[in-house]
């Protein structure tokens, strides 16, 4: 489930990522070269996604709460990788 919700989070934000450097496109909205590249200007900002799963189990939710309980790697890396939390109630 956290991996689903990454997923769909991840979709959405791209969608609007898609809107956003359309209409910078369209109305050539870019100071630098940069900003020309990304498609992004310095001060346009995503909103922010909120995912939340709603369990109605019976039983206590016995599945991973994030990304980095679903992956099988050694301990000093997990420090390193990007978690992804669930929002389970």
């Not at 956003?20 to 200007?41: C, H, P, V, W, Y």
């Not at 000093?76 to 929002?87: E, G, H, R, T, W």
Request: glycine content about 4%; charged content about 25%.
């Amino acid at each position: 489930m956290p991996l689903r919700h990454m997923i769909a989070d991840s979709l959405i934000y791209l969608k609007e990522y898609n809107e956003i450097t359309a209409k910078n496109r369209n109305e050539k909205n870019f100071d630098t070269s940069d900003e020309f590249l990304s498609g992004l200007q310095k001060s346009d900002r995503l909103h922010p996604v909120i995912s939340l799963c709603i369990y109605y189990g019976k039983e206590d939710w016995d599945g991973p709460f994030n990304l980095v309980d679903m992956l099988i790697m050694p301990e000093y890396l997990k420090p390193l990788v990007s978690d992804y939390k669930m929002n389970l109630t």
